[in-house]
């Protein structure tokens, strides 16, 4: 059995009786025993074990040191995200941060060394990003966020001496447009959602706006029928799974808190959804007398016919038949959220309510999501202003010429300054007396045009003027 030695600290190979090669390493501190922590590897052959040993005394000694004139801005991301943000951020945001970090940064900052990064190469990195790849203002952000918090913790550790994303200069993000449902088509999705098993939960969301990751998540136990509140205290939403190692290929429906404290909210609930939500329990004890021992009591309020959770790409499916039963095309299924914050606005419902309702971080946010809605309710709202500039004149008296025009069967009527007032009257006085009131209500809302002269009047041989005093 041949064991090769290595210096103080450093790891070391080992044959073993049945022909495989053992690599023993110092990884970390054990803090149970107070002392070093050794880590065994197992390898078929002796090149693999050397290259395994290697491979294990990098990745210790960066772990144990980081020296920012050889530390690279690469590695030096990959332990931040291990070592210091791994156990406080949700896994969907894990998962973010890992791609910005593995799909954006690796590539094109392989071998930079961190005392390297400057404001200028990254401005330069975050033009590319949009002008060549077209990557979106939104994305790029997100990335700028991830890095930001990164270099901060190089500055409080000492590694560099300010941050060089703070002078970066983001691109403007474009507001998305945002899909909605017209109040026809809201109509005939309902109508239409009640052929379907699952359509009970197409109408909930219409009715509050919740998301789909928190429509899957609800358990009976988030209802309050009594006070008619559905409360938001969990999603539920398949993501990528994140072993040791990083993030493999596989993914795994992942049960958690919303990511915002704000998006943990109570929902009132209208009172037929309340009584549809009720009947929803029959489908499912019918589905437990079917199923019989197959069926599992999940808690979930969307269940399969078994009693187990649906998981957002079957729902997004069944929301899909749906939308196509209804003949209404291709709609995401955040548009149903959409739908109702727009039509909550529409009727009325004041922003700081709609915005506590859908779990928004600001009512800033909310009154920007829907700026549709506030220009066509602008105009309502602006015909409040109306009566202040259709009060009464001050009273004062003017002289209008009306010209008369005989006519084998009356007379034609026309005001000289007021146009589109012309009237056919069998009887005079009666024509002048409608005209007279027709201008005084007229003048309430307009300024009184100014008289013209009756010597600038032109008429022919069959007209004559009438004046009369407003």
Excluded at 47 to 61: F, G, R, S, V
Excluded at 202 to 214: K, P, Q, S
Excluded at 290 to 304: C, I, K, R
Aim: glycine share 4%.
């Amino acid at each position: 059995m041949n064991t090769k030695k290595r210096g103080h600290n450093e790891g070391s190979i080992k044959e073993r009786k049945d022909g495989r090669y053992e690599v023993r390493v110092t990884a970390g501190y054990d803090f149970e025993t107070g002392k070093q922590k050794r880590i065994s590897y197992y390898t078929r052959t002796k090149a693999d074990a050397i290259q395994k040993l290697h491979e294990e005394e990098y990745k210790i000694h960066f772990q144990q040191q980081v020296d920012p004139t050889s530390t690279t801005f690469l590695d030096w991301l990959r332990l931040w995200l291990e070592t210091y943000m791994k156990n406080t951020l949700k896994q969907s945001t894990y998962v973010s941060y890992r791609g910005y970090i593995e799909n954006h940064i690796a590539p094109a900052f392989p071998t930079l060394k961190l005392k390297d990064l400057t404001t200028k190469l990254l401005q330069d990195f975050y033009n590319y990003k949009q002008n060549t790849e077209g990557l979106s203002p939104k994305t790029i952000s997100n990335l700028h966020r991830c890095l930001h918090k990164a270099m901060k913790q190089d500055v409080l550790e000492h590694y560099i001496d300010y941050n060089p994303c703070d002078a970066v200069n983001l691109p403007r993000n474009e507001k998305p447009q945002i899909e909605i449902f017209t109040r026809e088509q809201q109509q005939l999705l309902t109508y239409t959602s009640y052929q379907f098993r699952y359509g009970i939960f197409i109408r909930l969301v219409l009715a509050t706006g919740i998301r789909m990751g928190e429509l899957l998540g609800l358990r009976w136990e988030d209802i309050d029928f009594n006070k008619r509140m559905l409360s938001i205290s969990r999603t539920l939403n398949r993501l990528p799974k994140v072993d040791y190692d990083g993030i493999g290929n596989s993914t795994e429906i992942v049960i958690q808190e919303p990511k915002t404290k704000n998006s943990i909210r109570s929902i009132p609930l209208i009172s037929n959804i309340a009584n549809e939500l009720q009947q929803w329990k029959t489908v499912q004890k019918t589905d437990a007398m079917t199923a019989g021992n197959e069926y599992q009591d999940s808690g979930f309020l969307v269940t399969n016919p078994f009693g187990g959770y649906v998981e957002p790409r079957t729902f997004k499916d069944f929301y899909d038949e749906i939308l196509n039963a209804s003949g209404l095309g291709h709609h995401t299924f955040h548009a149903l959220r959409h739908t109702f914050a727009t039509r909550a606005m529409e009727q009325g419902m004041d922003a700081k309510t709609l915005s506590i309702l859908l779990g928004h971080y600001s009512v800033a946010f909310t009154l920007d999501t829907y700026t549709h809605v506030l220009d066509s309710q602008k105009h309502e709202e602006m015909k409040v202003m109306e009566e202040f500039f259709c009060m009464p004149s001050i009273p004062q008296t003017q002289s209008y010429a009306i010209v008369v025009t005989t006519m084998p069967n009356g007379f034609l009527l026309n005001p000289v300054d007021f146009e589109n007032m012309s009237i056919k009257a069998d009887n005079l006085q009666y024509g002048i007396q409608y005209l007279q009131t027709s201008i005084s209500q007229k003048l309430a809302c307009i300024y009184p045009p100014t008289p013209t002269p009756v010597n600038e009047i032109i008429l022919n041989q069959n007209e004559f003027v009438v004046m009369i005093t407003i």
